[in-house]
């Protein structure tokens, strides 16, 4: 389930994007989690829009295992 999620989150900034402010205040209030992700997503452009997720949960893994 995890795996499908996250390819998704590559996608999400373009269809937040298209779908305007109302969809994005609602991405925040109902899944943060992925909202951020989608945030931290946008830094990797030059992946694959499937591969972006999984990068962006992993510099989240490290930034918080640093500020642990």
Request: proline residues 6%.
């Amino acid at each position: 389930m995890v795996g499908p999620l996250l390819r998704a989150v590559g996608h999400l900034p373009a269809v937040v994007q298209f779908a305007g402010g109302q969809v994005e205040r609602d991405i925040w209030l109902a899944a943060t989690p992925l909202a951020v992700l989608g945030r931290i997503s946008r830094l990797f452009r030059w992946l694959l829009k499937d591969r972006r997720g999984p990068a962006a949960a992993a510099l989240t893994v490290v930034i918080v295992g640093v500020a642990l």
